[in-house]
């Protein structure tokens, strides 16, 4: 901590806007301190939140799972604004009739008799008491029961028994106890608690635990358990969260996490791994073949590190084992497979360790024809080590082209790399204050091209002819005086961020807000500094989340002040 | 990718052009006989600016990097006279309608300039651009805390002349750091960006006979409103036990049920009407990426059609059609960046001084290429609204159509001299083909170099309200310079 200190002074100092690991100056001494709320030792206190929605890969994982329909694909609206849109609405509605008519598919029949039938009053009340645990994660009170019955009865003044049945499953899909998250807790009991904070109740807390980690809704098990009274209590939270991580459908959850870690999907700054554009001139390689095959290598790794190796987060940042196919072993320049099978196979170790010197994430952060050390010096900077870059003074100073080529210096044409070029356009006073801490980072990449091709030397068609230019790949990850890490390459400086203890509670608050869907104030800290503490101390990744999932921050809720 | 034409695709063309109406919609049509006020507004924003020079200090110049900026200006008209004889360069495809539109120049987004973080801003300008209103932080994630002007056109319209649709919201997907489309305070909007499913929630349960419908046809209907019945109620369980802030989005949600129900009736009580046809439709995959590539010459002229034909079964009276920023599919060719919103920056590298100067020509001709296909799709909502009859004229006459973006000169951010271009007459409120240059300065400086206005979209929007018929002193929140419409336009 104490370090994040001093890299958080030398940015203030610098001009270039920046704060580490969410944690003002002060707030050790202030809320999240020691003593203070949330702090250790301090009453229990966590950020207030408000009702959620789904997102719309959760919701439709949730009606995927509720019928046993795995081909189910849903057209959902992508806004996740906090107050929903009648677009999304009409969406929704769209979906829940989509799953209607999707009958042959389902592999889970959710009405308990042979709806051609004759009316069957335990049959709709059984269904609406069955479904309706699983859908609205809670075993339904009888008013709630009541409403749903009152539905069926309405519906069958112009529908069959079977289609009155549909109604009521039609309107559960799209019912807000499904769609959204409501967290209204429990009274607590006992004291240690600040004032207006709650426990949540099991069934939110199995709510929680089973979006965090398998995206959708909670199985039986997970119910029974929050039913049973046994995620009340931490041994009982911790034992659900251990099963959920280490489950089969974890590993989504985990390759989703670095996937979004990487950015591979896109953000507004950048396209997708799939979309980004390159010159077909300069990288005949290309493909969009090559670019899937990326991906799937970049999963594969964390799912072998996560799930059948040591676990651990240092080991994702330097393994040179690789999962590759034909295009993939001709990119890395390694004998392996010719064909569309994978095998893993393992890569120079000079020259590759881990996610961050894989193609996926050297491709995203990249230009069209040349590479970027601006681009991905910074989101090693924002993602991996949570230093929170101000914006580009003005005029958005992103797009000034970095190419490197011929220039004239005092009449003279010289040759200039990337590097030098980006020297030559950021070191001017306002630039350089933050490109002084970014550039050192995104320099240690010089090596690889805007495909993560390895390359040794900088080629280029110059003003005097063909040049070639040697790559110097060194730099420094950030810190005060000694704490500043000088190292030479992307394998070195993925090395000394496995190591780095700003990494890992840059990686404990980059989960939190995977589980919580929200950014960690003052008050969260202690929860997020709990989990970082077991990785430290040599914990997996799974250790991680389970720390994650039994912190005070995910056990709780602060209710709206109107609310309390 | 260019599709050969079809008989399909010259069938959807020939609807797109109004040939041979049913007479059922040309009937309806005198329903509104003009009665001196609009009666329908279209707003299409386009992402990203124009190619413009206006910086966010009003200069022409980058104060930044002199020399360094493209020289263009090709969204002004040939001259500076009232009379719109000829349109700049980025609007040649208007040139057929030139008569029906009013360009307004020199007018800020002045609630823009006032709270963005450095005058400007793509999230700021996003959503002050069609609010004018105040925003959550002025920064990329600022949220505006007021309504479109769409969006309150629409509500008012959908009290005094109700629709099954409120409004229908298009957009061609790109690359874009904001929505400009707001309900209210911190509600968006989302468009459609597949004509597909545009196509299903608009036209799929418009009946095409008028022989009522069938038995079945109730069954669904009733089955349907059955569910939406059960949704409210569920909806208005939960709000019984939330709080203040909870019960407001659970009363959004709600309304939108609402809405749908309100949907369900009105389309029974619909004419029949010709539907338009999405047949083959890509689908967006982001970015600007359409899964069949066909977003220039498909999912642009069909979004087109999807609105005329919405409007001619009296659907709705309002609707937006986005376009995203420049978009990859436009890419690499000629100019090779790697967001479309890169090549607005890239004209700040392209000028005499610049560090690209070599690659002007090429970036003005993909530049060029993109805004001139935008203004061809503007110019298909005005052609296809001018070609359908309505009353003693056409739907043009009775239409307020409101061009824009977020930005003049996107490489700059800037929110100063904002496009801001209309047609349509406005039930006869408006005289068209006419140009009002509010920059105070360029009566005396023929090169505009220096700029002086007190115009802001806040008074062209209450010009659009009184279009309307309506009095409102003013539209949007205090950052204005004046209060009142546009007196050109009244």
Known sequence: MAASFLVAATLAGTGCIGNIGGNDEGSLLGPGGPGGPGGPGGPVDVATSGLRRMTPAQYQNTLRDLLGDPALVLDLDADEGEVITQ?????????????????????????????????????????????????????????????????????????????????????????????????????????????????????????????????????????????????????????????????????????????????????????????????????????????????????????????????????????????????????????????????????????????????????????????????????????????????????????????????????????????????????????????????????????????????????????????????????????????????????????????????????????????????????????????????????????????????????????????? | MRRSPTRRNFLRSAAGLCVALPMLEMTHGKLWAAEGKAKRLVVFFSHGGTITRRSRTGTLDDQYAPGAWHPYDLWKPGDEGVNLTTLGEEMAPLDAVKGDLILLRGVDDSAGSAQGDYG????????????????????????????????????????????????????????????????????????????GPAFDRLFKDVTETDSGPTPEQLRIRAYKQSVLDGVLEQLNAMRARVGKADAYRLEAHADHIRALEKQLEALDNLASCTKPDVTNAPFSEGYGNYDDGGMQDIVGPMHVDILLAAFRCGLSNVATYQIGDLLTDWLPSPYNTDLGHSLGHAGLAVGQDGAESDRLQDWRATIVANRNWRMDLFGKVIQGLKDTPEGDGNMLDNSILLFTSEFSCGGDHSPIDMPCLLAGRAGGKWTTGKHYNFNKAAKSDPSQFDYDTDTSLHNVYTSILHGFGWDDAHFGNDNCYKQGPVSELG
């Open chain 1, 87 to 564: 677009l999304a609405v009409d969406k929704l509605r769209g979906a829940a009739a989509a799953v209607v008519g999707r009958r042959q598919s389902w592999t889970v029949q959710p009405f308990p008799c042979d709806t051609s039938g004759a009316d069957d009053a335990q049959c709709v009340e059984d269904f609406i008491r069955t479904f309706g645990r699983r859908a609205f994660r809670h075993t339904l009170a009888d008013d709630e029961v009541l409403r749903l019955r009152t539905v069926f009865t309405k519906a069958r003044a112009t529908q069959s028994f079977d289609g009155s049945l549909l109604v009521v499953l039609e309107t559960m899909l799209q019912s807000p106890d499904l769609y959204y998250f409501l967290e209204l807790g429990r009274d607590p009991s006992g004291t240690g608690i600040a004032s207006g904070v709650r426990p949540l109740t099991g069934w939110e807390r199995a709510t929680r635990l089973s979006y965090f980690l398998w995206n959708t809704l909670p199985d039986d098990e997970l119910l029974d358990a929050a039913e049973a009274g046994e995620l009340d209590t931490a041994d009982g939270m911790r034992a659900q969260a251990e099963r959920l991580a280490t489950h089969d459908r974890g590993r989504d959850t985990f390759k989703g996490f670095f996937s979004d870690w990487l950015e591979l999907d896109g953000t507004k700054k950048h396209p997708s791994l799939i979309t980004a554009n390159k010159d077909a001139g300069l990288y005949p390689a290309d493909s969009p073949e090559l670019r899937e095959a990326m991906r799937i290598e970049t999963e594969a790794l964390v799912e072998r590190v996560v799930f059948d190796g040591d676990g651990r987060f240092e080991t994702l940042l330097t393994s040179n084992e690789a999962y590759v196919n034909g295009l993939l072993a001709e990119l890395y320049g390694v004998d392996g497979p010719s064909g569309d099978a994978f095998e893993w196979v393992k890569l120079p170790s000079d020259e590759r360790a881990g996610l961050l010197t894989r193609a996926a994430f050297l491709t995203v952060f990249a230009g069209v024809e040349v590479k970027s050390p601006i681009r991905r010096g910074a989101h090693v900077l924002h993602e991996v080590l949570c230093i929170e870059l101000g914006p580009p003074p003005p005029p958005n100073a992103s797009d000034v082209p970095v190419k490197g080529g011929s220039v004239d210096e005092d009449g003279n044409v010289v040759n200039r790399t990337i590097r030098e070029d980006v020297v030559a356009k950021t070191s001017n006073g306002v630039c350089n204050n933050c490109h002084s801490i970014i550039n050192p980072v995104g320099f240690t990449f010089e090596h690889y091209d805007a495909l993560g091709q390895w390359i040794d030397t900088e080629e280029g068609e110059g003003a005097d002819g063909a040049y070639s230019l040697p790559i110097d790949a060194s730099g420094a990850l950030p810190g005060a005086g000694a704490d500043s890490a000088a190292v030479d390459g992307a394998v070195e400086m993925s090395a000394a961020l496995g190591r780095s203890a700003e990494a890992q509670s840059c990686l404990s608050k980059r989960f939190f807000e995977s589980a919580l869907r929200r950014v960690p104030i003052d008050a969260d800290l202690a929860s997020v500094d709990g989990a970082t503490e077991v990785t430290q101390s040599g914990g997996t990744l799974t250790d991680l989340v389970v720390a994650l999932a039994t912190s005070n921050a995910f056990l709780h809720a602060r209710l709206p002040e109107d609310d309390q």
């Open chain 2, 120 to 195: 400007g801003k793509h999230g700021c300008s996003n959503v002050t651009s069609l609010t004018c209103a105040d925003t959550t932080d002025g920064g990329d994630d600022a949220e505006a805390l007021g309504p479109s002007i769409d969006q309150f056109v629409a509500q008012r319209l959908a009290e005094e002349s109700p629709t099954p649709f409120s409004s229908i919201d298009l957009m061609v997907d790109g690359h874009n750091y904001g929505e400009p489309l707001y309900r209210a305070s911190g509600e968006r909007i989302s468009s459609e960006r597949n004509p």
